[in-house]
């Protein structure tokens, strides 16, 4: 079982999970992973999340990807803080 996952990660909903009585999260929706499961009753090599604001209802892995944040780079906007500014000759 491969999992690229961790607790407190956010995931993004790739689709429905077809196989769940409720619809779960929409496609596209950011959520916040509470709990890893991999207990399932049949098929030992699915990874199960449960996600925070879903109650206690496991959404199979594979629906799910992780999101890329991008970290903010100001190091331009420093780099201009510090910089003598030219001096004109009148």
């Given at each position: 079982?491969?999992?690229?996952?961790?607790?407190?990660q956010?995931?993004?909903?790739?689709?429905?999970?077809?196989?769940?009585?409720?619809?779960?999260?929409?496609?596209?929706?950011?959520?916040?992973?509470?709990?890893?499961?991999?207990?399932?009753?049949?098929?030992?090599?699915?990874?199960?999340?449960?996600?925070?604001?879903?109650?206690?209802v496991?959404?199979?892995?594979?629906?799910?990807?992780?999101?890329?944040?991008?970290?903010?780079?100001i190091?331009?906007?420093?780099?201009?803080?510090?910089?003598?500014?030219?001096?004109?000759?009148?």
């Amino acid at each position: 079982m491969n999992c690229k996952f961790m607790v407190g990660q956010k995931v993004i909903s790739t689709k429905s999970d077809p196989w769940q009585p409720d619809p779960g999260p929409a496609k596209g929706k950011v959520c916040t992973i509470l709990e890893i499961t991999a207990d399932h009753p049949w098929y030992n090599d699915i990874v199960g999340l449960v996600l925070v604001g879903y109650g206690n209802v496991r959404y199979n892995a594979k629906f799910f990807e992780p999101v890329h944040e991008k970290k903010t780079d100001i190091s331009i906007f420093q780099e201009m803080l510090t910089k003598t500014p030219a001096t004109i000759d009148a």
